[in-house]
């Protein structure tokens, strides 16, 4: 007997005291039972901190059947008389309590929690609180589950640029997939031991590691100025029958987007609502050919070269023919002294023919190329477009002098918006922003640094163009985008879209207007789009929408009245 009992107290103290086959390791490690924490996502929010999307921690309730059917009575740590004891509980006691917590039926809960299946989810979408005083409850079998549940407040006010997430955790669609790394954070965990019976051992491991919670992202956006031109072009688009319409706002000083609305924009809380081709943001993901939008750079270019100035005159007539190509206006007219403010002013593809051919193929593609015609603005959104710049050498006789009006090339609203600002600012191209700052858990925030700008022509050619641009309002075409107290130059636009199969030719025009205030030192520029109106092209104006959506950005940004004078370029020969 003393032998035997030698051999077994040797044998308990190998396992227990020097665990040589690890076995007591293996023994926990087998009690150990793991729960994800989810990390809070990041929010999304505008310029003022406006949240647009943010994310709640939600709990479901979920019970294993086969442990709480079987389980009469369970122990747990209960505060007795201030302090701490270990208690038995019965099980009805625990579903009373349950059932209180949950704020449900105690029979409902009971049918819930009986049964024989291992996961059942009680209850779902708890707030926190709720979670906490379940899992104090240490009922067997009942464990909470901790999900993120994301949520829009502003609903469709950018929309497409927030974008939404693909079963409730992975970026979809605009800043929600671009930035999801940075947005989702890292999830935590909890460590708890088990016994045999499958119930939770109340004075065993309990360990937590803490999630580490997503940054926020702070964009560029205004959302009130946001939900302004929504509201415009949607009404514009409704109203003039078209397929889709964009209006696009920048800040010219910084490069900022502080507006970038779509027709039919999306709610995030609900995406499925819209069809497919309206859940992105048209202003960077759609290339079109702009127009005459364009006779600006080409303008520019032949100030900058030295071949043209404002006050140059052209003898145009109703048409203009050469190397075999014959060109036309959209107006009827005779025999014209123009000035090249005048034909920009009344936006006369005759007078810009003739003038662009003072500068060679190359340099027509090299001032598009300088302009950023054909390189995808980089603003953090996916799907961004490119545009068509074909190279000088691969243009057929007529697209060598299309190009000057802005036919046989094609870029998106948003390139066009930043050649504008170049204009703008003073000759230097800043790049769009769209996100302005990541900020992290303690609220500390990283400014995202500005990319780098260049100086595409010089502050004399730039004011030049500023001058023509203002005197296509005081003076030319463009009447109806003047705006009351402000100084504003503009630039109209229209061309013709192909057929969506690519072989029928073309189904309508692009229209469009872009323009800067004040003139005494712009602020904004405002771009307005319309795809396909119905109607007559020629009647069709965006002054209107235009002139709104720009006052609105003057006073949201408390910009001064204008104080001098306009400039009047004479659009005639004297």
Known sequence: MLTLLLVVGGKLFLVQGLDVGGMAAAALDYRMRETSLPAERGSIVDANGTVLANSVIRYN??????????????KRLDMVDGKEKL???????????????????????????????????VAKDLKPEVEDRVSNLQIPGIVTEGVSKRVYPNGSVAGGIIGFLQDGSTGQAGIEQTQDELLRGTDGKRLFEIGADGLRIPVGVDELTPPQNGKDVRLTLNSDLQYFAQQAIQSQSDKQGAEWGVITVMDAKTGDIVAMADTNSPDPNDPGRVAAKDRGVRSVTAAYEPGSVQKMITAAALIEEGKSSPLDTFTLGPSYTVDGQTFTDSFAHGTEDRTLAGVLGWSMN?????AGQRLTKEQRYDWLKKFGIGEAPDIGLPA?????????????GRQEYTVLFGQG????????????????????????????????????????????????????????????????????????AAIDGYRVGA??????SPCD????????????????APMDDPRFIVEVVLQRPKGNIYGITQGPVFRS????????????????????????AK
């Open 549 to 572: 959506v720009m006052s609105q950005a003057l006073r949201t940004y408390n910009i001064q009245p204008s104080t001098g004078e306009p400039a009047r370029l004479p659009q005639f």
């Open 501 to 516: 199969d690519g072989k029928s030719g073309f189904c309508g025009f692009t229209a469009s207007i872009v323009g800067m």
């Open 61 to 74: 309730v979920v019970v294993d059947q086969t442990v709480n059917t079987k389980t009469e009575t369970f």
């Open 384 to 396: 961004v477009a490119a545009g068509i710049l074909t190279p000088a050498d691969q243009w057929d």
């Open 350 to 354: 005759t007078g810009t023919v003739m």
């Open 491 to 496: 630039k109209t636009g229209t061309s013709e």
């Open 87 to 121: 208690v038995e509980v019965g099980r009805d006691q625990g579903l009373q309590e349950l059932a209180a917590a949950l704020g449900m039926d105690q029979d409902a809960v009971r049918e819930a929690v009986t049964g024989n299946q291992r996961y059942y989810i």
């Open 409 to 480: 090339v094609s870029q998106s609203t948003l390139q066009t918006v930043r050649a504008f600002q170049t204009i703008a600012n003073n000759g230097v191209m800043l790049q769009p922003r769209l996100i302005d700052a990541y900020i992290s858990a303690d609220g500390k925030a990283e400014k995202v640094a500005a990319q780098p700008s260049r100086q595409v022509v010089s502050d004399n050619t730039a004011q030049q163009v500023q001058d023509i641009l203002e005197s296509a309002v005081t003076e030319g075409q463009i009447k109806d």
